[in-house]
């Protein structure tokens, strides 16, 4: 067989597998049009002394209120933790302070990010919070703004993560933040 003509041949074999297909590039063309972007949650571990520095308020409180609500898109549900003030480490946030969380339950809508705390009334903690009135602050850094307190041996503790992790004492937790707020830059 001469070399033009298995040429030819070989390049009808290839139209007919992978084919010329007019639907093909109408196909892409839709999945392309309809495509939604994908979201991530990418957060850098921050040291203590970034956390107060980009925090405008940080209080110790205990969670009184926990609200789950629709909001406007792009945010979807978040819930609001309103937290009862027990001492203000920085800022003037009043005698209660509510903050937003990109998580929560509406109905039977559900809305999860990772790295995203949960809050049950009675909870008490350490929270470090960011944004400027009229916006409803936020958590910095999601879970890297959430202290948690608990009890040992009667002297209340601050923990996060795990809680194997090792507990500071929480006045000894406040004085370490006082001593970054006071420190000049």
């Known amino acids: 067989m001469p070399e033009a003509q298995r040429r030819s041949l070989h390049h009808a074999t290839e139209t007919q597998r992978y084919g010329e297909n007019p639907w093909r590039s109408t196909i892409v063309a839709i999945c392309i049009l309809t495509a939604s972007p994908a979201f991530a949650t990418v957060l850098l571990p921050a040291d203590l002394p970034t956390a107060v520095a980009e925090s405008n308020v940080i209080v110790y409180g205990r969670v009184v209120d926990v609200r789950s609500a629709v909001t406007v898109p792009p945010r979807g549900i978040e819930t609001f933790v309103t937290v009862a003030v027990i001492d203000a480490l920085k800022g003037n946030p009043g005698r209660s302070v509510t903050f937003r969380v990109p998580n929560g339950q509406v109905g039977r809508y559900r809305r999860i990010v990772v790295g995203a705390p949960e809050f049950e009334e009675g909870d008490e903690v350490v929270v470090f919070l960011h944004g400027q009135p009229p916006a409803i602050p936020a958590l910095f850094g999601l879970s890297q703004g959430v202290y948690r307190v608990a009890r040992q041996a009667g002297v209340p503790v601050v923990m996060r993560g795990s809680s194997t992790r090792r507990r500071l004492a929480l006045d000894a ?13």
Do not use: C, H, S
């Not at 004085?175 to 420190?183: D, G, L, W």
């Open 173 to 185: 937790f406040a004085r370490e933040i006082e001593a970054i707020v006071e420190k000049p830059r």
